[in-house]
């Protein structure tokens, strides 16, 4: 018996099917490993439209924002603020918040505060909600547009802009204290917001990430 006894048909089957199946093992590893390199290429093209929000009005001009954005050809992450541990994956953060007393949200501060280092390493816009009248928002505020209290990590941020947006106060949602409250100061009730004003400022950004 020679060597070339040995190379029968079946052999030469078994071992092209050996290698077909090699070939195929590859390219479908190959093919998978580029998939998710793409999945994540896309995660971190978005950017996140994050928001705190008691009553719904933030969330809803975070929507807004969201969609202006997504007009402009940008992908966003639109969250709750209480939903997110960190920005890890986004390319910029657009985070606002309804004012309460003067304050942001204790959700939104204190995100703001954690992240401090990850959102200064990306383009960052803030906004807030809150001013209710139809005088411009920034009048009615007396001037100040953000909480004293997180100018300084705002700062260290270095935020590209600081938005503060007419919020809606709807009583028939709010506790006895805060109809006394509302009642006490005299603010306006209603839905002041200027959508046409939130989509400018989306359409800003936009203009800035592209
Ligand atoms: C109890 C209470 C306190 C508020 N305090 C402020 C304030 O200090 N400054 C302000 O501009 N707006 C204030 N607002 C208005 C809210 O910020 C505004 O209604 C905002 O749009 C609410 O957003 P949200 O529904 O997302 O929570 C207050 C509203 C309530 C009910």
Not at 68 to 74: D, E, F, I, P, S
Not at 121 to 137: H, I, Q, R
Not at 140 to 157: H, M, N, S, T, Y
Not at 163 to 172: E, R
Request: glycine share 8%; charged share 25%; hydrophobic share 45%.
């Amino acid at each position: 018996m020679g060597i070339t006894a040995d190379i029968r048909p079946e052999l030469i089957e078994n071992h092209m099917r050996f290698s077909l199946f090699l070939f195929a093992a590859f390219f479908l590893t190959f093919g998978i490993t580029e998939l998710f390199k793409q999945g994540e290429d896309a995660i971190a093209q978005q950017i996140l439209v994050a928001y705190a929000t008691k009553y719904g009005a933030t969330a809803e001009i975070a929507q807004k924002i969201s969609d202006a954005l997504n007009k402009a050809g940008l992908k966003t992450g639109l969250r709750n603020v209480k939903d997110i541990r960190n920005i890890e994956g986004y390319q910029a953060v657009v985070l606002g918040s309804g004012f309460y007393i003067g304050r942001w949200r204790r959700e939104a501060a204190r995100f703001l505060k954690k992240n401090e280092k990850s959102l200064a390493a990306v383009p960052v816009w803030l906004f807030s909600s809150g001013p209710t009248g139809k005088d411009d928002a920034e009048k009615i505020a007396e001037g100040w547009c953000f909480p004293k209290g997180l100018q300084r990590v705002a700062d260290r941020i270095r935020v590209r802009d600081k938005a503060l947006f007419h919020g809606s106060i709807d009583m028939s949602k709010l506790s006895a204290i805060e109809k006394w409250m509302i009642g006490k100061v005299g603010a306006p009730v209603g839905d002041f917001r200027n959508w046409k004003a939130i989509t400018a400022w989306a359409e800003a950004i936009a203009k800035e990430l592209k």
